[in-house]
């Protein structure tokens, strides 16, 4: 059991708060009263509590906020701000906060909050660990010994190829045998991830271009917004807002049904706006059909996989394992970063993974939305019987069928 209680006193908060579904919020107006509202009233079950504790005064928030974690068991406190210094943000963390969220957030968005706290009560309520530092993947010692023998033997059995690869390279384009670009993995690491280069050295340049036209994602996505009608609602002009809006991000209601989000510029409807953001998330994963940037050694070698070779240095110090999610690149890893995509990064980053063996069983189709949920998957499931099938299946399946 989960209660919420807000420690506030902004009356549109509290009336945003009494809309979400299945939730009794206690408004408490100074942090004694928000203490006693988070004593368990069950001996037999454990009850959890969510503190909104609305930002005010600095060091009036660090004094509330700490005797609240002094002296309340199982409480999980999330800052209502709009915007906060990198100081500021690290003196709220030190002193108790957990998570944050925009004081204009949504009835939608503050219910999606307290659902994803719900799901992981048992992990985010542990009072033997720091919160704030709760969601770290942390990899397994069977995982990391075989790692290291399995790529240590890899690079000393493949060395010809590697030594034949790179003078190919060499002899059919200008430019560096290794290509360097930094992606994203375990925890939302950084790192360089190594590849034979297998593209001409301005491919980069071209990149954004070619990512308009040939994306075999975002062209269904294109296709589909050509049917969405125009952002601004004609019942906006027709019928009176029964909530005055207060500014960049307000909400009103139109009619008590549908809640317009309203800008400096535009005017949408929420579960348009939700949609759009959907896509944008779905679309993270740029891939190009038939790619012109693409040199002839690099097409064979990135048709047998040989292009991936160099990551087993990666694996070797430790950046990735033999099995995992795919590491992004920085500018697709951004848009996965909601509540819904956590659990992707919380697993290892792999050569190869549980959604490049499913697309070569699909024939190569599968959606990017596809592709995350496996990856989800893999986080939450792995173990050492999934891996080496998992390997035994990249073995055995390693010539793409599909030219991408």
């Known amino acids: 059991m989960i209660g919420v209680v807000y420690l506030g006193n902004n009356p549109k908060t509290e009336e945003r708060l ?8 206690t408004t408490a107006k100074t942090y004694k009263e928000a203490a006693k509202a988070c004593v368990p009233r069950q001996i037999t079950h ?3 509590f969510i503190v909104f504790f609305e930002q005010n005064v600095l060091n009036e928030d660090i004094t509330a906020i700490t005797y609240l974690q002094t002296n309340c ?3 999980y406190i ?11 943000r690290r003196k709220y963390q030190q002193c108790g906060v957990n998570d944050t969220i925009s004081k204009e957030a949504s009835v939608t968005e503050i219910n999606k909050k307290i659902q994803f706290i719900y799901d992981r009560k048992e992990i985010l309520f542990d009072s033997k660990e720091p919160k704030y530092k709760i969601l770290q993947f942390k990899m397994p010692l069977w995982k990391r010994i075989f790692d290291i023998i399995f790529s240590s033997i890899a690079i000393i059995v493949l060395s010809p190829v590697f030594l034949i690869t790179a003078i190919a390279i060499k002899m ?3 430019g560096p045998v290794l290509f360097k670009s930094k992606r994203v993995g375990t925890n939302y690491t950084i790192f360089d991830f190594l590849k034979f280069r297998s593209m001409y050295t301005d491919a980069s340049e071209r990149l954004k271009e070619l990512s308009k036209t040939q994306n075999q994602y975002t062209r269904k996505a294109t ?8 952002k601004t609602s004609p019942l906006a002009e027709q019928t009176e807002p029964t909530m005055t809006p207060t500014g ?3 909400e009103i209601m139109i009619n008590n049904e549908e809640v317009m989000l309203v800008g400096d510029d535009f005017l949408v409807a929420e579960s348009e706006f939700n949609k759009q953001k959907d896509e944008s998330i779905n679309n993270a994963f740029v891939k190009i059909e038939n790619d012109p940037r693409i040199t002839r050694v690099g097409r064979f070698i990135r048709k047998y996989s040989i292009d991936e070779l160099p ?4 694996i070797l110090r430790g950046d990735m394992s033999i099995v995992g999610n795919r590491p992004l690149p920085l500018y697709e890893a951004e848009k996965l970063t909601d509540d819904n995509c956590i659990d992707r990064f919380m697993a290892p980053a792999g050569l190869t993974g549980l959604w490049q063996v499913e697309k070569r069983g699909k024939g190569g189709a599968m959606s990017a939305e596809e592709r995350k949920q496996l990856d989800i998957i893999y986080g939450q499931t792995y173990n050492f019987a999934m891996d080496m099938k998992i390997i035994l299946r990249t073995l055995t399946a390693f010539v793409q069928k599909d030219d991408v």
């Open 248 to 250: 960049v991000g307000a």
């Open 172 to 174: 059919e384009s200008k």
């Open 223 to 230: 296709a589909d917004n050509d049917n969405i009608p125009n």
């Open 311 to 314: 990551q087993l240095f990666n």
């Open 73 to 75: 068991k199982n409480i």
């Open 46 to 48: 454990k009850e959890y």
């Open 78 to 88: 999330i800052l209502l701000t709009n915007e906060l210094s990198e100081q500021d």
């Open 18 to 25: 009494k809309y979400i579904p299945g939730q009794l919020v």
